[in-house]
């Protein structure tokens, strides 16, 4: 009894010690870290407007507006606001709880014609010819959730957003400029243009 009751109580002391370590301690200081040195990470890397928040820079979100126009359904069919530059498609429209992509393959027949459609599409809000459409633009990302675009798709719209919003072209180059991150580590990746961070600077003017 009495060397049963001794391996209970190592047991339980062991048990209340890495709780504690473990199970508090451990979460308390790794919680003060990252606060002090990674505060709008741990934060959900929160983008504020007018001092309120608007976005997270990790997730994309739609711009688009209603066209006037129901769908077969009787439900608003809504079109890309040219106010806004775009984001990339999204096979779960940016639904947070719904991240993932369409599963679909190149060769898929559905695939294809939605590419076609979106590039055509593209290509007449931008004004140009369905050529000059980068692939980003009408391809959607594994997470569905991607707020990036490459360079060119946003130089692309620089025009257009310029013209809509009554601004000069140099003023919106220089908002794409400062929202385009380079290479992670300087070799990882491609350089790319944070959409929701852009838009939030175009909001802010």
């Known amino acids: 009894m009495t060397s049963s009751f001794r391996r209970f109580g ?17 979460p308390l200081v790794m919680t003060g870290v990252s606060q002090v040195l990674f505060h709008g990470n741990a934060n959900g890397s929160i983008v504020k407007v007018d001092g309120k928040d608007v976005a997270s820079d990790l997730i994309g979100q739609v711009y688009t507006m209603d ?20 984001t990339r498609p999204s096979a779960s429209d940016y639904d947070g709880a719904a991240s993932g992509g369409s599963n679909l393959g190149p060769n898929n027949a559905d695939l294809v014609a939605a590419v076609d459609e979106r590039r055509q599409a593209v ?14 633009a009408v ?11 490459s360079p060119a798709y946003a130089a692309l719209q620089v025009d257009r957003v310029a013209r809509e919003r009554g601004l000069s072209v140099a ?4 908002l794409v ?3 385009t991150e380079g290479r992670t580590l300087g070799f990882l990746g491609e350089p790319r243009v944070n959409v929701v961070k852009l838009n939030s600077a175009l909001a802010a003017l």
Do not use: C, H, N
């Not at 391809?139 to 675009?149: H, N, Q, R």
């Not at 003023?171 to 220089?174: P, R, S, Y």
């Open 67 to 86: 066209s006037g126009k129901k769908d077969s359904d009787g439900e608003p069919i809504m079109v890309a606001d040219p106010k806004w530059f775009q």
């Open 139 to 149: 391809t959607a990302s594994g997470s569905g959730l991607d707020p990036d675009i």
């Open 10 to 26: 190592v047991a339980v002391r062991v048990l209340l010690f890495f709780t504690v370590v473990l199970g508090i301690a451990y």
């Open 123 to 136: 290509a007449a809000l931008e004004g140009v010819a369905p050529a000059q459409v980068p692939p980003d």
């Open 171 to 174: 003023k919106v180059q220089e």
């Open 177 to 179: 400029k400062e929202s």
